[in-house]
């Protein structure tokens, strides 16, 4: 795998677990009551949307494995620069339905590249 690739597959796992991290055991309600939670999982989104961007434009083939691609794109562009819009409600729902089917994606990549 190429070292770049490689580099942003590894951004991609450490965003995730520290997503998974962050979120672990809270409720929607918690969430939407702790600024510092929402900024550490708006950033880390920032970070997935920007490394699966990178992808993009290095790696097709890597970038069409990643389920909903171009929604993690438009997510991050909306986190980036439409930070008056962002609704808690729908961050604290990908956090918790969409962060797991990426990280099914990344385990296949990475399983697709060592085959």
């Known amino acids: 795998m190429d ?7 590894y951004d991609l796992e450490q ?3 520290n997503m998974e ?6 409720t929607d309600v918690e ?4 600024m510092m939670m929402k900024l550490a999982v708006e950033r880390l989104f920032e970070i997935i949307g920007e490394a699966v961007n990178r992808i993009k434009k ?3 083939t890597i970038y069409e494995m990643i389920d909903e691609s171009d929604k993690i794109i438009c997510f991050r562009n909306v986190i980036t620069h439409g930070y008056d819009i962002i609704d808690d409600d729908i961050t604290w729902s990908i956090s918790n339905e969409k962060i797991p089917v990426l990280k099914e994606s990344i385990r296949r ?7």
């Open 109 to 115: 990549i990475k399983e697709h590249l060592t085959d």
């Open 21 to 26: 991290n962050i979120i672990r055991g809270c």
């Open 15 to 17: 965003a995730i677990l």
């Open 58 to 60: 290095n790696d097709k």
């Open 31 to 34: 969430f939407k009551e702790n």
């Open 3 to 9: 070292n770049k690739i490689s580099k942003l597959i």
